[in-house]
């Protein structure tokens, strides 16, 4: 068959969707669905049920990530792989994970009504706790089947009351023995933005060809204490001098390194905290986010310098340091313009862009060739009972979803 003129079924997805959102409804239109709680469990269940009719086989692993597999022509071959996860924020949204679930569902459902077989077997898989809500390590399920978390390390995350990830897959009938990870040709995830971009520039798809690098920097100044009135102002030491001086140079540093540098001064905060009082302590934190490798390490090294600078002119004693940072993610190149060329074939307005959020493919694509579709949502809400998007786009990225999977799995 010509698979050129190929589409999804937007209804079907749509109506899925909206059922699959009933399972944790909330009060005010959202969803908690929890990873490894009763409701997580209903709505594999129900993506169960959908996969078995549409003639896929559904295995689970030792960590409740459950794979579903459309069998190849040769099943010797390294399968094609999409997905997401179906666990959600306490008051999340209808949309963040499981649209990437669904929309897989649906470029299965539509290669069986079309009668297409692909060379390689594909699989789409639903990550377990990419939420990290209630068990508190987000994408824990993938970070495990890439090698990155131990299986013991996951085993043994508890919740609030204490219960453990193992015990409840136990409780739930979610373990499986542990597998060796399956030859992966290429992953694709497709998945609500979760920010503004695509709608404020009116596109329909996000090309995204990789996750921003991020740290958090923590400075602390030390001071003297002294009473406000009598300290003549040269015989104080006070580290608001050494802010103040740094501040303004941050700033340039920042937009030195172009307009998608990110710095974020969200802490600070002086001790005592008195009007009357001169500080003797300052801290302050800064978050510096890049999708450049080489311009994100200029700008970490910048506010390290500035901030000791600073302190150098001012006499004052401090520290700076990194106190956590997540490298960035490079999507692998034949995955990125699988992507942009399934896009421009279906005549969709597409621009390149970079996450500014964690996915599951992050820890994926350390192992496998990866890459991800955004489409927009209302307002880049997300994890919020309001999030939202329109069956259009939704459909329009699960065709992009389609064509580039079809490419990759057929030849
Ligand atoms: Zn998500």
Same mark, same amino acid.
């Given at each position: 068959?010509?698979?050129?003129?190929?589409?999804?079924?937007?209804?079907?997805?749509?109506?899925?969707?909206?059922?699959?959102?009933?399972?944790?409804?909330?009060?005010?239109?959202?969803?908690?669905?929890?990873?490894?709680?009763?409701?997580?469990?209903?709505?594999r269940a129900l993506l169960s049920r959908?996969?078995?009719?549409?003639?896929?086989?559904?295995?689970?692993?030792?960590?409740?990530?459950?794979?579903?597999?459309?069998?190849?022509?040769?099943?010797?071959?390294?399968?094609?792989?999409?997905?997401?996860?179906?666990?959600?924020?306490?008051?999340?949204?209808?949309?963040?994970?499981?649209?990437?679930?669904?929309?897989?569902?649906?470029?299965?459902?539509?290669?069986?009504?079309?009668?297409?077989?692909?060379?390689?077997?594909?699989?789409?898989?639903?990550?377990?706790?990419?939420?990290?809500?209630?068990?508190?390590?987000?994408?824990?399920?993938?970070?495990?089947?890439?090698?990155?978390?131990?299986?013991?390390?996951?085993?043994?995350?508890?919740?609030?009351?204490?219960?453990?990830?193992?015990?409840?897959?136990?409780?739930?009938?979610?373990?499986?023995? $542990? /597998?060796? +990870?399956?030859?992966?040709?290429?992953?694709?995830?497709?998945?609500? =933005? !979760?920010?503004?971009?695509? %709608?404020? #520039?009116?596109?329909?798809?996000?090309?995204?060809?990789?996750?921003?690098?991020?740290?958090?920097?923590e400075i602390v100044i030390h001071g003297?204490?002294?009473?406000?009135?009598?300290?003549?102002?040269?015989?104080?030491?006070?580290?608001?001098?050494?802010?103040?001086?740094?501040?303004?140079?941050?700033?340039?540093?920042?937009?030195?390194?172009?307009?998608?540098?990110?710095?974020?001064?969200?802490?600070?905060?002086?001790?005592?905290?008195?009007?009357?009082?001169?500080?003797?302590?300052?801290?302050?934190?800064?978050?510096?986010?890049?999708?450049?490798?080489?311009?994100?390490? $200029? /700008?970490? +090294?910048?506010?390290?310098?500035?901030?000791?600078?600073?302190?150098? =002119? !001012?006499?004052?004693?401090? %520290?700076? #340091?990194?106190?956590?940072?997540?490298?960035?993610?490079?999507?692998?190149?034949?995955?990125?313009?699988?992507?942009?060329?399934?896009?421009?074939?279906?005549?969709?307005?597409?621009?390149?862009?970079?996450?500014?959020?964690?996915?599951?493919?992050?820890?994926?694509?350390?192992?496998?060739?990866?890459?991800?579709?955004?489409?927009?949502?209302?307002?880049?809400?997300?994890?919020?009972?309001?999030?939202?998007?329109?069956?259009?786009?939704?459909?329009?990225?699960?065709?992009?979803?389609?064509?580039?999977?079809?490419?990759?799995?057929?030849?």
């Amino acid at each position: 068959m010509n698979t050129v003129a190929l589409r999804v079924n937007g209804e079907r997805l749509w109506s899925r969707l909206m059922e699959m959102g009933t399972i944790g409804a909330t009060a005010h239109g959202g969803c908690n669905r929890q990873a490894l709680t009763d409701l997580d469990l209903q709505g594999r269940a129900l993506l169960s049920r959908w996969a078995q009719a549409a003639g896929c086989d559904v295995r689970l692993d030792a960590i409740g990530n459950m794979f579903v597999r459309r069998r190849g022509m040769d099943e010797s071959l390294p399968v094609v792989m999409t997905g997401s996860h179906l666990d959600t924020q306490p008051t999340g949204g209808k949309f963040d994970g499981v649209y990437g679930v669904l929309a897989g569902l649906e470029v299965i459902e539509s290669l069986n009504e079309h009668g297409i077989a692909t060379r390689h077997p594909i699989e789409l898989c639903v990550w377990c706790n990419e939420e990290g809500s209630r068990f508190p390590m987000a994408m824990m399920g993938s970070a495990v089947w890439s090698g990155r978390l131990s299986l013991h390390d996951a085993y043994a995350l508890t919740d609030r009351d204490g219960v453990s990830v193992r015990s409840e897959l136990d409780r739930l009938g979610l373990t499986a023995p $542990a /597998l060796p +990870r399956q030859a992966v040709k290429a992953a694709l995830e497709v998945h609500i =933005e !979760q920010g503004p971009v695509l %709608e404020q #520039r009116r596109k329909t798809i996000g090309v995204v060809t990789g996750v921003q690098h991020m740290s958090r920097h923590e400075i602390v100044i030390h001071g003297q204490e002294a009473h406000a009135g009598p300290t003549p102002m040269h015989m104080r030491r006070v580290p608001v001098r050494a802010l103040a001086q740094a501040l303004p140079a941050l700033y340039a540093a920042a937009a030195a390194q172009g307009p998608e540098a990110r710095f974020t001064v969200g802490v600070i905060e002086t001790r005592p905290g008195s009007a009357n009082t001169v500080p003797g302590l300052l801290r302050f934190t800064v978050d510096v986010r890049h999708p450049d490798a080489d311009r994100y390490a $200029a /700008l970490k +090294r910048a506010v390290h310098e500035v901030v000791r600078a600073a302190l150098a =002119e !001012q006499t004052l004693e401090g %520290e700076v #340091r990194c106190v956590w940072e997540a490298p960035g993610v490079s999507f692998d190149a034949a995955c990125v313009s699988a992507v942009r060329t399934a896009a421009s074939s279906l005549g969709l307005a597409a621009i390149d862009m970079v996450s500014g959020a964690g996915h599951d493919s992050c820890n994926v694509a350390a192992v496998v060739p990866t890459a991800m579709v955004f489409v927009p949502c209302a307002g880049g809400l997300s994890h919020n009972e309001a999030e939202s998007a329109t069956a259009a786009d939704l459909a329009a990225g699960a065709n992009v979803l389609l064509h580039a999977m079809l490419a990759l799995a057929l030849e």
